[in-house]
């Protein structure tokens, strides 16, 4: 304790500020005295963590659901085919009011698609690679006592193929079938199962009217696209639906099909239910589809006919799917926020509280920075807890969700990494202040404080 | 930058009981303080000069509000002088910053408080560590130094306990360890044993007299004349000044 001279003051100066460069013992230490003043408030920070488990588990929840459905939206446009163009066959509103107009016997409507719409479409429009034209008829199908009545669609060999349905057993009747004008018949997964409950069905036969069709092959069922579902003697939203060929249908069910509704006050005519349009280029399906109505209108006087694009559909679900995907995380992080908002609460209570021990860590030698580093260890502590906490949470509760309620539920490996770095930035940009305000204190004052 | 010793041979400041070949560790220079409240200012501290010599042992006495605790507080690197200079070895400590005073604090200070002003989330040996931490000793550096000061304060078995499970005098003598733990320049002592009875008190003041007796610089606030009696030097302060400055014992 003799002379002290400058030299050694700047020594020792250099070696404490060489000591106190961030290393991991140091933050080992401050990570330990956080962790102890968070569990001396066990309940406090609980509540407080809980804030930021709820936000991040909503953050990636929402996600995952919204994520999920437009992921659903959008299957079913592709399975449509995105370089398909869908015509259909509807009702026209005038031609429906005039037939219920006064009494008389019933009146046959016409309307619709026709097989010279189809020829016109396929040889006049350049890019249009196929048109696969069906005629939907509305039968009882039987296999001996068992009955059903479904949708029996007469169509082309490619129909699956344009349209992304799978088989699940057997095949889709050929080309020489087709010529032949054969008894062959495709079951949906409904069909096949309604009326074969034990039997396989390939090889057996189903009847319809009074002719036999050897069933050559069970279609994955899809759901056969919610679109379209208002067309008037289709039924289109059908879920169950059988497929003959298309020269079958017209040999079997005659030119045009007649189909009586309300108790015969009804009849109408229709010479195809819907065709799909294959584009060769995707780009030009839009394109494509508007001269298609402009040829359409031409030809026909009302308008007893739409037009579908599943590729603009998607488009639209596409947008809709981002809209929808912003809205819901926003509101998720809203929460967030409000969680962040928790932790700030709490810093500045335990700031306030802990003013005492602010002081004497200051007396003995605590730089501002020092107590900075304290709290918003603690801060950061709570809030990536919560966030690991959340993000456990955030992907359980989709996966819940998948479960009971049957949603397809996406946890893309985006939403728990964004939601967690938020929850820890929050930590950060929320701990801050408190943290600042702490070590601004005077620390005479904090010293006094009771 | 010269050295204290040679600063003092300039002899700018006559100062009582100057014991030959004894340097100074610090220096008060017509130390004035002033607190501002709005548009009012109160001069609590009207210049005072005082020198403090290694190994001394010293008490400031005087009635409340004579400035003892700024006096204190600026001696402790916790304010600064208003005017004046204070010289803490040869650091002019009114020219530094937030930063450099926690560093002289942490380094070249022990205090000692009335409440003891332990941490209570913290056992006996992390408080005794808390002020090498800051100084950045390594975790084994600071636990065989921290062992050693609670060896020496008599709490060595006592290490895990949280100072609530502690009695007054050994929370005391924990304060004390630590205040020692980075070998300080001075130990600074506000009222050490006023909360303390006075068989604790009688231990403490015993702990106090072999820190002196090692050669360690002590001051020591105190209402208390016969604390004041066992100290080296009394100061005594009136309305922020120094009434009188005595050298009690050799």
Known sequence: ?450 | MTTLDSHSAQGAIPSPGLVAGQSVVARLEDIRKTYYMGALSVEVLHGISLDFYAGDYISIMGPSGCGKSTLMNILGCLDQATEGKYYLGSEDTSQLGDDELSGIRGARLGFIFQSYNLIQQLDVLENIEMPLFYQGYSESESHEIAMGLAERVGLEDRLDHKPFELSGGQQQRVAIARALAVDPLIILADEPTGNLDTKSGAEILKLFDDLHAQGKTLIMVTHSDELAERTKREIRLIDGTVESDERLHA
């Open chain 1, 1 to 450: 304790m003799s002379d002290f001279t400058l030299d050694t003051f700047v020594e020792h100066q250099a070696r404490a500020a060489s000591r106190s460069k961030f290393n991991l013992v140091r933050f080992k230490k401050i990570t330990q005295v956080g962790v102890k003043s968070i569990f001396s408030h066990g309940l406090r920070s609980m509540l407080t963590v809980l804030g930021i488990v709820i936000g991040v588990a909503a953050v990636i929840a929402m996600l995952a659901v919204s994520e999920g459905a437009s992921f659903e939206a959008q299957q079913q446009f592709r399975d449509l085919g995105a370089s398909n163009i869908l015509i259909k066959s509807v009702k026209p509103a005038a031609v429906e009011e005039s037939t219920q107009r006064g009494f008389g016997p019933p009146q046959a409507v016409i309307y619709g698609l026709t097989n010279a719409d189809i020829t016109t479409i396929r040889d006049t429009i350049p890019g249009v690679s196929n048109v696969i034209a069906s005629r939907i008829v509305k039968k009882n199908v039987w296999n001996l006592g068992i009955s059903m009545n479904t949708d029996v669609v007469g169509t082309a060999v490619d129909y699956p193929i344009s349209r992304n349905y799978n088989l699940r057993a057997g095949r889709f009747f050929s080309e020489s079938e087709m010529r032949d004008h054969a008894n062959v018949v495709v079951l949906s997964d409904e069909v096949a199962s309604e009326l074969f409950p034990i039997d396989n069905p390939l090889g057996n036969s189903i009847k319809i009217d009074s002719d036999y069709y050897n069933v050559v092959g069970i279609m994955e069922s899809e759901g056969f696209s919610n679109l379209g579902q208002n067309q008037a003697g289709s039924s289109n939203a059908a879920p169950s639906r059988v497929f003959i060929p298309f020269t079958a249908s017209k040999s079997r069910f005659g030119e045009t099909t007649t189909r009586q509704t309300a108790g015969g006050m009804e009849s109408e005519t229709v010479e195809l239910h819907e065709a799909i349009i294959q584009v060769e280029d995707q780009e030009a399906v839009i394109e494509v589809g508007e001269i298609i109505d402009q040829i359409l209108q031409r030809r026909h006087r009302d308008v007893d006919y739409t037009i579908e694009i599943p590729l603009a559909l998607l488009r639209q679900a596409e947008e809709s799917a981002l809209r929808d995907q912003i809205v819901a995380g926003a509101i998720a992080g809203i929460s967030l926020l409000v969680g962040g908002i928790g932790i700030m609460n709490i810093m500045l209570a335990s700031v306030t509280e802990r003013t005492r021990e602010i002081g004497i860590r200051r007396a003995l030698g605590a730089k501002k920075r020092d107590i900075i580093a304290q709290f918003l260890v603690e801060a950061v502590i709570l809030s990536g807890v919560g966030g690991l906490i959340g993000v456990v949470l955030g992907i359980i509760i989709p996966f819940v969700i998948s479960i009971f309620w049957g949603m397809t539920t996406i946890v893309t490996p985006v939403a728990p990494i964004l939601a967690f770095s938020i929850s820890a930035m929050i930590g950060v940009v929320f701990g801050i202040y408190p943290s600042m305000r702490a070590a601004d204190m005077d620390p005479v004052e904090a010293l006094r404080h009771e």
